[in-house]
């Protein structure tokens, strides 16, 4: 078998509710990865591309949070509708902007939303 030429990593860690930084998979009912893997097939990209369950890929705050290896393509907020748009995207060599995460998010203390979101646990838990 060849190697893979990209891995899309989805992330499915669940947290307890009410953390401070939430989570991907909530209830632990997430479809995406199931999602993918079809889409994978129905675009004949199954034996390119591998769909894999990721644990928490410190993107909480944009989550369902999902990348792309080799080329570190960083999707947020991906619900089940987006699923073919991005493997459709991944077949033509585009990515999906209105999904990206901004660079400046990544990995990133300063990010607006991580700041958003803790601000709003504290306010919440006073
Ligand atoms: S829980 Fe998904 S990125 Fe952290």
Not at 18 to 31: L, T
Not at 57 to 64: A, R
Not at 66 to 74: G, N
Not at 111 to 123: A, D, G, I, P
Request: charged fraction near 30%.
């Amino acid at each position: 078998m060849a190697k893979y030429k990209h891995h899309i990593f989805i992330c499915q860690n669940t947290r307890e509710s009410g953390h401070p930084r939430g989570c991907c998979n909530p209830e632990n009912k997430s479809q995406l990865i199931k999602l993918f893997k079809e889409s994978l097939t129905q675009y004949g990209l199954k034996d390119s591309v591998r769909a894999n369950k990721s644990g928490c890929l410190d993107q909480c705050e944009h989550g369902p949070t999902v990348v792309i290896y080799p080329e570190a393509i960083w999707y947020g907020g991906v619900k089940e509708a987006d699923v073919e748009e991005i493997v459709k995207s991944l077949s033509e060599g585009r990515t999906v902007e209105r999904l990206q995460i901004k660079d400046s998010c990544i990995n990133s203390a300063s990010c607006e939303h991580r700041k958003e979101k803790l601000k709003n646990f504290r306010v919440h838990k006073m």
